[in-house]
């Protein structure tokens, strides 16, 4: 069942829903308002990030080897819409050719955003999901992370390898620096990426407000290659999550892919016969779904041949295939209450 | 959780349950009845629909290649009975040895039914699941497909290769005729089968009141075959459904397997020791379910030995062994309250 | 969603809620009490089971070969804290640094308890889950049960190969000894592992009353090796599940890694570097998991490299990799409001 399909009743009343988190001491409910900024005050900073917050020269980070893929990236508020309007003021499904009525659909968004080095200028407005983090087997990934956000958040990588220290996870009175980036604070994390790394991965938020941030927006794709196999032509990253009361304070909840809701919204993607296709998949909400392209299908790793794969949260996975079909395509999540709460999109081949 | 469960309390209460789609402005609700009819007057004909209605040489077909598996399969409504009394008039799950309390478990379906060529004769009655659609690696799917029910259905295949005008689904603008084959409209579909197809797979509606005609019992299931491969002795299908309030009109929610519910009512399967047996399992709700047979095991392509398996809607998968365990068997999906609201059979071994 | 997150309003409330099964009758919901012994009237004793009391001959049992792996386990009542307190009477999270308040964390659970050969002694206290039970392929594993509950209970094996009188499972009409277990009864399960039975499995209670026992805590790992692989050096087993109101009559629920809910409470597994590593993860409850270990990653069979897994009731799987990376490590679900309400842990690795 989706949790995301809340009526507007539900939130208004009192509380007895399911319950998201408890974070100092306070309940969050999946169909209430939090006040993350009020939540925040319950939290108290650790010892070891309050030692560095002293003496910087007490984080250890394991020496770049390899190739340096270096990022500057910003955890910062936006307004963020996840059904924009249309040329004719219109928030519309294209799947099912109708006006959509959820009421608001914006509000302030925590939103990853690159910067050119040195955090000289932005590279395009903050996002959700944030930049995507690349790199080969070999390489280091050195990411310079500041907080702007109202509340302590964090950088936590699937997949790679990384010390103790650079996990940007909320570990209570064990938490490391990187684990609890304060407002108006920088961390660099220094992640690796030895054999047996590569493969589609996923970054977000993982310090002590955990998880309203990362449903406020703060997460991202990562993908690891491997410099032995031929990259593919196309790539595509597709985010499946959920936009929720407790994180938006809107009282309808949305089924995203990328951040927008409904085909027409979420990203349309595009690719010419003949290209070899890679979609890059993961989950991060509080739902399992199921990825599902119309028209095609691709080999698992043990040989299966699948068009629909089940995904939890914080599961990734790549379906790679040569482009043969050319037409307008739906891809979406088959749960249906997921499907028909927004959460498919537009494959275009030509 | 199963929200299959739902209380005679929520269905007669106000709205305020999770939604399960929008289809012409209107909510649909998982724990209400909805009006299947009244909500297709709030859709319109699409383009090239009715382009294709005044002049059907629109439609594009793939050339038949290899092998032509013919179909004549029609959608029709029938009273269908997810519980039928036994010979004294009880209804009753024998797993349980008890008599089952749901109410009435009666309803309108909505049912595939397979005819003699030409539609000449029906070759049985409409069925939950309908008809096993099977073809080899390298041959062509010919389905004449006939809706007699009220609403615009269609047909929509899993893994099989079919070209965009072919995959019978709704698109809002985009529609192809395929996608909305209006009541007491033909439609033929052409599916192919190319290799890299093999593999168990369903059939279901994706028309534009979708998903309410594929709770009604608008699903199939259907087998691709490499002909390199032994086939297998003894076939099972097994699709993971529920029955819900929306599509059914009934208070109760049902867990079933191919139709029916409680072990006696969901098929009982029979084979024999030494038979090389496939059980085709797949899943088409909004749930997510695992497949688990007593006292036995298969090998995944990937190599892993397992006895029970994750599935979520619209996945689907094989699983085959060599019969060696003589016995009354239980196989259930292993989500303790789907299988104790009746989503488990007999599995008998002689 | 989580059910796993009822409020105490809804559990005072009137029914209404999920169901979580149906007993002699009776309804059973996921978010109130249940008395299983009042539940366990309205279940009457299967024929062949009233035979065998008189008859204690007409159990049929498989010939032991290979060696023989014997077990006295029996099924006991024993209080059980979900959230022990610690040396200050306070209930910690220590992921998240904070007290909980769940009010009472106590209840009468059922737990499996293994003795010395003929019940002569108690090896340890009942726990949840139970005993491991392992066994190498070739083996034959005896296990003399002795129910002390008071309610029919059973152990019905995951992966084993089993005859059908062996699977420790309630069938109704043609229940057979093994799966109804009454009260002060023994019965000896015997269960073979033959090639294609290796793997991390679970065992379980399927008997009259199922699931309540279970969701009392009658659940436990099981391994079966295989003698040609080399033996990790290091095994963690690892049960996904859940205490709800229907089995513990408290009015909280709790998400739970073997019994305990909550990082500290839960196990702390330890390794060093240069280990070579298994999990043992399964999971058992309404719910469906993900498992992930931070700072780490495993191949799985099909060469999938992964750190974060999908798992439904009854799944079972072995993430086994060679221990490379030191610190203080969380492993957890990866479903925001299981992580969140207790389905995590530590890993420390020096």
Redesign the interface.
Known sequence: ???S???R??FL?????????????QKVY?NQKADVEKLATGV?I?PKVAAANKNPGLVKAAAVTGNRKEYWIAAEQRRWNIIPANSNGKKR???????I?KGKTSFTAYAYRQYTSGFGEPIGEATVPGPLIEANVGDTVVVHFRNLCPVPVTM?P??M?????M?G??????TDPGGFVQTNRDFTYVWECPE????T?MYHDHG?M??IP??KGLFGPMVIRDPNETPPDKEFFVGFHSFLPPATGLPAAFDCVNGRSF?GNTPTFQANIGDDVAFHVYAL??????F?I??H?W???????????????????RARFIE???????YHC????H???GMSGWYLVE
């Open positions: 069942m989706s949790f399909q809340i009526d009743r539900s009343g009192v509380a007895g829903g399911a319950l998201l988190c408890t974070i100092g001491g999946l108290t650790p499904d294209q799947m099912l050719n109708q006006t009525k936590h699937h997949g390898f990384y010390s103790n220290e996990d996870a909320y570990k209570g009175y064990w047996g790394t590569e493969g991965w002590p955990d998880p990362l449903y085909t909400d509080d739902n399992f779904h199921t599902h119309h028209g299908r080999k698992e790793p043990g040989g299966a041949i699948v068009d629909n794969k089940t995904l939890g949260p914080g599961d990734s996975f043969d079909n050319p037409g307008r395509w739906l088959h749960v249906f209450s499907l028909h709460n």
